[in-house]
């Protein structure tokens, strides 16, 4: 008897053990009972009924990363083009996702790849190489709306590689050459234009300033020369009274100042080695005489105004 006991003890044990399931973090597992589905395990400890009940699908709930294998696309200007992309998805719906289709990676895997097509294939290869942005926007509609019914998310459709025939892209390759040329000729033509415009500018400002430079200078001339004909003036006033109140003495005066005067350029002029003066010796002493009998007059008067 204790041997029975200790063996129904024994299947009690074997079958609490068979009922208790453990479902790990990020997972969704399926029960189903006489293989049809009842709930969704989520996360954590879940007891089920050994023999009745049984683990239909382990499902994979976190954000996943599906890679979709390169092909060979034909555009709309009839260019074949390599294409690779990648979908990232989450599986929101266990049920959906494990009993809605048969194999849903590769189910998601041909739905894009179909849509890949029939979306570049409605656009030139210029497009398909610079619209990436539209061609992700369109494919994640489209492949969201249709694996909805699958309990999936499309979270992100990336285009990974766009890779155009050889001969077109050395004709690219062509092309973007020639272009940055002729930007680089642009460029220094309009360098070298606005270097003429600012040497024109420096030019005109530099003839404006020696013109108004050489009419301040004429200025400044008519005005000494205008002031020397007035100093003139007033010396010629002030000989013409002096002689006219001193007699020929002060006439004498000046005239040996300037004899005077002569005679010493002639004595400092670097090229004269011999001077010869065509004149008596008598005039010179009698121009000397007038100058002191000036003199003794001048000396004559100051005394009297004393």
Not at 73 to 88: C, L, P, R
Not at 154 to 172: F, G, H, L, Q, Y
Not at 178 to 197: C, F, P, S, V
Request: charged letters at 25%.
């Amino acid at each position: 008897m204790e041997y029975f006991f200790g063996l129904l003890v024994l299947i009690a044990i074997i079958f609490v053990m068979m009922g208790v399931t453990v479902v790990r973090q990020g997972f969704v597992y399926t029960i189903e009972r006489f293989g049809r589905y009842t709930y969704s395990a989520q996360p954590g400890l879940t007891v089920i009924i050994p023999f009745f009940d049984r683990v239909g699908r382990k499902v994979n709930v976190m954000e996943q990363v599906l890679d979709i294998p390169g092909q060979e696309i034909i555009t709309k200007d009839n260019a074949m083009v390599g294409v690779d992309a990648v979908v990232f998805f989450q599986v929101l719906d266990a049920a959906k996702a494990a009993y809605e289709v048969s194999d849903l990676y590769n189910a998601i895997m041909q739905i894009t790849t179909t849509n890949l097509r029939t979306v570049m294939g409605s656009m030139d290869l210029d497009e398909t190489l610079s619209k990436r942005d539209d061609i992700n926007g369109r494919l994640l509609s489209v492949v969201d709306h249709a694996t909805s019914p699958w309990g999936v998310k499309i979270t992100r459709v990336e285009v990974k590689d766009i890779r155009p025939p050889a001969d077109i892209s050395n004709a690219m390759a062509r092309q973007m050459k020639a272009e940055r040329e002729k930007r680089a000729q642009i460029l220094e033509a309009e360098g070298m234009r606005a270097a003429e415009i600012l040497r024109a500018e420096g030019e005109k400002q530099s003839q404006i300033l020696q013109a108004e430079g050489r009419k301040e200078a004429a200025f400044r001339d008519a005005e000494a020369r205008e002031r020397e004909a007035e100093a003139e003036a007033k010396a010629t006033v002030m000989v013409s009274d002096s002689i006219a109140t001193s007699g020929t003495q002060a006439l004498n005066y000046f005239i040996a100042q300037k004899y005077t005067e002569a005679i010493s350029q002639f004595a400092t002029s670097p090229n004269a080695k011999t001077i010869l003066f065509p004149v008596e010796a008598t005039q010179l002493i009698g121009t000397l005489g007038g100058i002191g009998e000036l003199a003794k007059e001048a000396l004559a008067t100051g005394d009297k105004q004393a």
